[in-house]
């Protein structure tokens, strides 16, 4: 028993399957989704063919509002409507409180080594090519990212971080090579929760100093980095936090006197459901910088809750001092998932069989295999 797949086919069907990931994976996961041409230019229109140079990559409508806001499911049907063919994708930065590490050829793999320095906790990653990878991490809505691109010598060999102002291509997508843009086995969405930035990659899509003196955290208690406090931040729980830690964190952040402490706390606030932006305002108002809570009470309810400080620098008798990266293994000591993820579990879970279930891509799927090419009709066979 076989059956042949028309190229029109095989472009609706992949069309569909990232409507459906784009409104019951993407979105509900609070992404704002955004539907991208065909990998090959078919059925894109004259004008968009001439001005798109990233063929599977450009969205097929504006984009420019979805930086502050995630579309509607009904939006993202009209999208589908009109363009059924779309890759899915989503924006970037505070809009979806994610970035990306995009990391392409060996070149820019040794550029992320030398950038990291080994720093890179467990997170969803996906191929995009043999050689191309995107490692995603979780971002503060509230707090502002840039872009940055490393580029190397060869064709298209560079490391981009890619924040506010960028987009990016997600599974189960179609690459112009013919593969499937695919999750890497057990770091998909429903495999573990979205990673918080680690400090290194703060540093860089904040714009600050990478250069820190030879010290520890503890004795930078008075003026932390914005990617350490974060990071701290991530460990203690607020699904149901009392009255009490929410005060103190409160207080802690504002004691640092800097100009990210209110955006951590109200992202850090914002997950629980007793949010509420106008009592968030106002305690905020009431705090004294010299209080007797400071950063410090912060640090020590993350230890708490499995948080180690990194140590920056070792001295070994007859070598110089050379940074360590931080040495938590997130496997064992990764904060809480959030409750907004938890919740969505379910529907990965039905998305994922949905999608392998499928005649065509499930198959291509298993078999880590991409799409046909538009000349070739496809046979499948019963025991595939």
Same mark, same amino acid.
């Given at each position: 028993?076989?059956?042949?797949? @028309?190229?029109?086919?095989?472009?609706?069907?992949?069309?569909?399957?990232?409507?459906?990931a784009?409104?019951?994976?993407?979105?509900?996961?609070?992404?704002?989704?955004?539907?991208?041409?065909?990998?090959?230019?078919?059925?894109?229109?004259?004008?968009?063919?001439?001005?798109?140079k990233?063929?599977?990559?450009?969205?097929?409508?504006? $984009?420019?509002?979805?930086? @502050?806001? =995630?579309? @509607?499911? %009904?939006?993202?049907?009209?999208?589908?409507?009109?363009?059924?063919?779309?890759?899915?994708?989503?924006?970037?930065?505070?809009?979806?409180?994610?970035?990306?590490?995009?990391?392409?050829?060996?070149?820019?793999?040794?550029?992320?080594?030398? $950038?990291?320095?080994?720093?890179?906790?467990?997170?969803? *990653?996906?191929?995009?090519?043999?050689?191309?990878?995107?490692?995603?991490?979780?971002?503060?809505?509230?707090?502002?990212?840039?872009?940055?691109?490393?580029?190397?010598?060869?064709?298209?060999?560079?490391?981009?971080?890619?924040?506010?102002?960028?987009?990016t291509?997600?599974?189960?997508?179609?690459? @112009?090579?013919?593969? =499937?843009?695919? $999750?890497?086995?057990?770091?998909?969405?429903?495999?573990?929760?979205l990673?918080?930035?680690?400090?290194w990659?703060?540093?860089?899509?904040?714009?600050?100093?990478?250069?820190?003196?030879?010290?520890?955290?503890?004795?930078?208690?008075?003026?932390?980095?914005?990617?350490?406090?974060?990071?701290?931040?991530?460990?203690?729980?607020?699904?149901?936090?009392?009255?009490?830690?929410?005060?103190?964190?409160?207080?802690?952040?504002?004691?640092?006197?800097?100009?990210?402490?209110?955006?951590?706390?109200?992202?850090?606030?914002?997950?629980?459901?007793?949010?509420?932006?106008?009592?968030?305002?106002?305690?905020?108002?009431?705090?004294?910088?010299?209080?007797?809570?400071?950063? %410090?009470?912060?640090? #020590?309810l993350?230890?708490? #809750?499995?948080?180690?400080?990194p140590?920056?620098?070792?001295?070994?008798?007859?070598?110089?001092?050379?940074p360590?990266?931080?040495? *938590?293994?997130?496997?064992?000591?990764?904060?809480?998932?959030?409750?907004?993820?938890?919740?969505?579990?379910?529907?990965?879970?039905?998305?994922?069989?949905?999608?392998?279930?499928?005649?065509?891509?499930?198959?291509?799927?298993?078999?880590?295999?991409?799409?046909?090419?538009?000349?070739?009709?496809?046979?499948?066979t019963?025991?595939?």
């Open positions: 028993m076989s059956s042949a797949w @028309t190229d029109h086919e095989i472009r609706l069907r992949a069309g569909q399957a990232c409507r459906e784009a409104l019951t994976l993407y979105r509900p996961l609070g992404l704002a989704v955004t539907c991208c041409c065909d990998p090959d230019h078919v059925g894109v229109g004259r004008d968009h063919g001439k001005a798109c990233s063929p599977g990559k450009a969205p097929m409508h504006p $984009w420019k509002d979805l930086q @502050t806001r =995630l579309p @509607t499911a %009904g939006e993202v049907h009209q999208w589908w409507k009109a363009f059924p063919y779309g890759n899915v994708g989503c924006v970037l930065g505070q809009a979806s409180g994610v970035v990306r590490v995009d990391v392409d050829g060996a070149e820019g793999e040794a550029v992320l080594a030398q $950038w990291s320095g080994g720093d890179l906790p467990a997170t969803w *990653i996906f191929r995009s090519s043999v050689a191309g990878r995107g490692l995603l991490y979780a971002w503060p809505r509230t707090l502002p990212c840039k872009s940055t691109t490393q580029a190397r010598p060869g064709d298209h060999n560079e490391l981009r971080l890619m924040g506010n102002g960028s987009q291509v997600l599974p189960p997508s179609r690459h @112009t090579s013919g593969r =499937l843009y695919s $999750w890497e086995p057990g770091y998909s969405p429903d495999d573990l929760p990673t918080p930035a680690p400090p990659l703060v540093e860089r899509l904040r714009g600050e100093s990478t250069n820190q003196p030879a010290a520890t955290l503890d004795a930078q208690a008075d003026a932390p980095s914005c990617a350490h406090v974060m990071r701290a931040l991530a460990y203690i729980p607020n699904d149901n936090a009392d009255y009490d830690t929410w005060l103190a964190i409160g207080m802690a952040l504002h004691s640092t006197g800097t100009s990210w402490a209110r955006s951590l706390w109200d992202t850090w606030s914002s997950v629980s459901a007793k949010y509420n932006e106008g009592k968030q305002h106002k305690s905020w108002q009431s705090f004294a910088r010299d209080g007797k809570v400071q950063i %410090g009470t912060l640090f #020590h993350a230890k708490q #809750h499995g948080y180690v400080p140590r920056l620098i070792v001295h070994t008798e007859g070598a110089e001092a050379r360590v990266p931080d040495m *938590i293994q997130p496997s064992e000591s990764s904060p809480p998932r959030p409750v907004y993820q938890r919740r969505q579990e379910a529907r990965i879970a039905r998305y994922k069989q949905q999608l392998y279930a499928d005649p065509f891509f499930g198959a291509a799927a298993r078999r880590g295999k991409g799409i046909p090419a538009a000349t070739v009709r496809y046979e499948e019963s025991h595939v």
